[in-house]
Nanobody, 118 residues
Framework: QVRLEESGGGLVQPGGSLRLSCTASGTMYPLTVMGWYRQAPGKERELVGTITEDGSTNYGASLKGRFTISGDSAKKAVYLQMNSLKSEDAATYYC????????????WGQGTQVTIST
């Protein structure tokens, strides 16, 4: 059973930085895609960004430039560096994983809270 475990959430001031980490366990092989989604209260879950096994990245609209995704296939891990944080970045951030090999499967972490406040 694949599990995704996030860490690194917390309270940060506007303009500050935060780094989230996520590690996959229960799999011998790296996941095909790993990444991050976020969901703020009253809003739909939205894409933050993803990274493939070969390092290709994809970002949600308007986040590239402030947010950077990186991965470590050997560690089956994905990281999210968030800079210049704004109040609208406050949300629960979910780690996402996708396994292409049969059967194709999506995986989700439990979520880590990011709070922006002075």
């Amino acid at each position: 059973q694949v599990r995704l475990e996030e860490s690194g959430g917390g309270l940060v001031q506007p303009g500050g930085s935060l780094r989230l980490s996520c590690t996959a366990s229960g799999t011998m092989y790296p996941l095909t895609v790993m990444g991050w989604y976020r969901q703020a209260p009253g809003k739909e879950r939205e894409l933050v960004g993803t990274i493939t096994e070969d390092g290709s990245t994809n970002y949600g609209a308007s986040l590239k430039g402030r947010f950077t995704i990186s991965g470590d296939s050997a560690k089956k891990a994905v990281y999210l560096q968030m800079n210049s944080l704004k109040s609208e970045d406050a949300a629960t951030y979910y780690c996402y994983g996708y396994k292409k090999s049969w059967p194709p499967t999506d995986y989700w972490g439990q979520g880590t809270q990011v709070t922006i406040s002075t």
